[in-house]
């Protein structure tokens, strides 16, 4: 089988466990789609899954209510073992990076990590990556009876359901004692989409000329249109916006409907964390600006006029 992973949160499963369906139907590998859901009351989310593949395991146990990499390690390797998995495939999240390499590691497998696209070649698994900064993009293969790979948030399509619902079994796990105990966790509070599930993105860079700038407009814009709010990563490093929101080859891959690229100049490594979103419109005072070459349309002009002009527009709809 391809056993999946699933992301999940709030209850529902995250884009980036669609993004993993696309992929392993890709692979070339053969065997039905497996999604594995780990967690403590995940019955909805189980249901949910059952619509993209075609059986999903649900270990729903009150040890999984919290995410531990030594024991989400210890349940994935045992499933891919049992179910003799020829292809694992794990979110590239903190959370997946962190224990994908442990499940390489029990299984003796082959780990191609951040994958952007798969494919079979023979009987390898061939798969697409960034390197140098995104500057360029090689080619992998890894050749196994079991292979493990974390696929890119943002480089796959999310996939649609299936033509009929997957069966649901329930499994037993041998989960290890847990050795690290978290006592607390700090979340985010906002009222907008999370940036890697947003349909629309306004992003805005250092042509927006300030902090205050950045909220009045892009924030501004966002609000009124729905969308999540991204920034690159000049402006997180110059303390405007939080690295949560940088979107980029050390931020995060998005693949929205739309993009709106704010005072953005289109430095490669930004590029490679957009480049594959529906539409992308631009808007910048420099006729030259890179990202001109990659948007589907574009504005050449002050921020400071047009958006202003776009919020209110926005509003009188």
């Given at each position: ?62 040890q999984l209510a919290q995410y531990n990499a ?34 390489a590691v029990k299984l003796d497998a082959p ?70 105990e978290v006592t607390g966790k700090s979340v ?130």
């Amino acid at each position: 089988m391809i056993l999946i992973v699933a992301e999940h949160t709030g209850g529902k499963l995250a884009k980036s466990t669609l993004e993993m369906v696309t992929a392993a139907r890709e692979s070339g590998r053969e065997g039905p789609i497996t999604l594995l859901v780990l967690g403590s009351g995940v019955a909805g989310v189980a249901t949910e899954a059952a619509q993209y593949a075609e059986q999903v395991l649900v270990g729903d146990l009150p040890q999984l209510a919290q995410y531990n990499a030594e024991t989400w390690a210890a349940a994935t390797a045992q499933i891919a073992q049992e179910g003799e998995a020829n292809l694992v495939i794990i979110g590239g999240s903190r959370s997946g990076r962190e224990y994908a390499p442990r499940v390489a590691v029990k299984l003796d497998a082959p780990y191609l990590e951040d994958v952007i696209n798969l494919s079979a070649n023979g009987a390898a698994v061939q798969a697409q990556r960034y390197t140098y900064l995104a500057r360029v993009t090689e080619t992998v293969e890894a050749d196994g009876n079991v292979v493990v790979v974390t696929a890119k948030p943002g480089s796959f399509n999310p996939a649609e359901p299936a033509a009929a619902a997957g069966e649901q079994y329930d499994i037993e796990l041998n989960l290890p004692a847990v050795r690290v105990e978290v006592t607390g966790k700090s979340v985010e509070k906002t009222s907008r989409v999370a940036l890697t599930e947003a349909d629309v993105i306004v992003t805005g860079g250092r042509g927006v000329g300030s902090p205050e700038n950045f909220a009045a407009m892009v924030e501004g814009l966002a609000d009124q249109i729905g969308a999540g709010v991204g920034a690159t990563r000049a402006v997180v490093d110059a303390g405007w916006r939080p690295y949560a929101e940088q979107v980029g080859q050390t931020g995060k891959t998005v693949q929205p409907k739309a993009y709106i690229a704010l005072g953005v100049s289109g430095a490669v490594q930004h590029l490679s964390g957009m480049g594959k979103s529906k539409n992308i419109i631009a808007i910048n005072k420099d006729a030259e600006a890179p990202i001109f070459k990659v948007a589907d349309y574009g504005i050449v002009g002050d921020v400071n006029q047009i958006i202003p002009a776009l919020i209110e527009a926005a509003k009188s709809r």
